[in-house]
């Protein structure tokens, strides 16, 4: 009976053997030392698991009610050796385990620059980082490379062993990007910036995807990362602005709209301080940017005119789309222009804005209006000329 069950648990083995323990088998050498980390932690909590789990069962068999041989001693209680064992043992895994923890909370911080390519492989100071902004959509994943002048929708390549430095926001909720083979997951959060370095050590096609519930498109939220060698990334940027297209400001707005299941999509060019905007929540042309409204609160704020600044600000997706599902979008005016996106002086502020089309795409440059403007109030949109 017993060789019955046995071999009927065989083809749920042999069910087992089809999967793929991608974290336990990763491409890149931070994951690798993730990997390295959960392994060492398991076997040494198994060091007192295991004999507990046997004892237990030797215990019991061997004081069973049945066993007239066993010693009887109801009167025992202490054993100086025993105690020595039972508490030693522990402590000793249990410093084993803090050492450990504390050297990879330090030694694989998502934030800290890579100084290896693997194990006996130092980085060559000659060796430039791929640097690729990430930006967390509804529900696709948005790659910008800068450097290259290319970005990509649901896609992501880069060259292998050389260190990759990621650069982590979303658009509107809170999600996680995670790539099993590279690296452990980081979050990406609206108006705000995380940061991964990673490499990739073998060539291959690794599934990423998101880690953190983000909504009714979540369930198609993945993206396919490519590790190629020199030659293939550079076909890979070549086919990529061979695909055309233009990512500007007009164009992210439409592209961030939520979809689901969304294609791989590549664009040609992209606008060079399009993340920056991304990241200050100031896409919309005339906003005001997080970073131009912090400088302001910096310099002690803009008086008492400027308290109701922060009234009209929203961050909820349907309104700043301006669907029918939400009220129309208001927001804080800037005061600076797209073409200084740093600031501008009085004078500037107070200079009539024309109408020159932005970024080729139809829209037209807001006027600004000083601080002091009664249009900051709640309720009331800032003025254009458009």
Not at 93 to 110: E, F, R, Y
Not at 205 to 227: I, L, R
């Amino acid at each position: 009976m017993m060789i019955l069950r046995i071999l009927a648990l065989l083809p749920l083995a042999v069910a087992l053997g089809g999967c793929n323990y991608v974290v336990l088998a990763p491409a890149g050498d931070i994951a690798a030392q993730q990997r390295d980390l959960v392994i060492i932690s398991t076997v040494l909590m198994l060091l007192i698991v295991v004999p507990v789990m046997a004892l237990t069962v030797l215990f019991a068999w061997r004081y069973r009610q049945s066993n007239k041989s066993a010693r009887y001693e109801p009167e025992w209680d202490h054993s100086t050796k025993l105690e020595l064992v039972i508490w030693s043992a522990p402590l000793l895994i249990i410093i084993c385990l803090g050492a450990l923890t504390w050297m990879g909370t330090h030694l694989l911080d998502p934030y800290r620059s890579l100084d290896r390519i693997a194990a006996n492989q130092r980085i060559d100071e000659a060796t430039v980082p791929l640097e690729v902004e990430v930006v967390a959509l509804d529900w696709k994943w948005l790659f910008i490379y800068r450097d290259y002048g290319i970005a990509t929708v649901n896609e992501l390549a880069a060259p292998v062993d050389r260190p990759i430095d990621f650069r982590i926001t979303a658009s509107t909720v809170m999600n996680s990007f995670y790539i099993p083979a590279l690296a452990g997951q980081i979050y990406a959060m609206p108006g705000m910036e995380t940061k991964l370095h990673a490499v990739v050590n073998h060539a291959g096609t690794y599934k990423g995807f998101s880690a953190n519930y983000s909504g009714a498109g979540f369930s198609g939220m993945h993206f396919a990362f490519h590790g190629l060698d020199d030659k293939g990334f550079a076909e890979w940027v070549a086919k990529a602005k061979a695909a055309g297209g233009t990512l500007g400001r007009s164009e992210y707005l439409q592209l961030e709209k939520p979809t689901q299941n969304e294609p791989v999509r590549r664009f040609a060019s992209v606008d060079a301080d399009l993340y920056r905007l991304i990241l200050n929540m100031c896409v919309e042309p005339g906003k005001m940017c997080m970073s131009e409204m912090m400088a302001i609160d910096a310099k002690g704020g803009a008086g008492h005119e400027g308290m109701n600044n922060t009234l009209p600000l929203t961050y909820d997706k349907y309104a700043r789309r301006g669907t029918a599902l939400g009220p129309e979008p208001t927001f804080v005016a800037g005061t600076c222009t797209p073409d200084a996106p740093q600031g501008q002086t009085s004078a500037a502020i107070k200079a009539p804005a024309d109408t020159t089309p932005l970024l080729g795409a139809g829209l037209k440059r807001p006027t600004f209006t000083p601080l002091k403007s009664t249009s900051f109030f709640l309720g009331q949109r800032p003025k254009s000329d458009s």
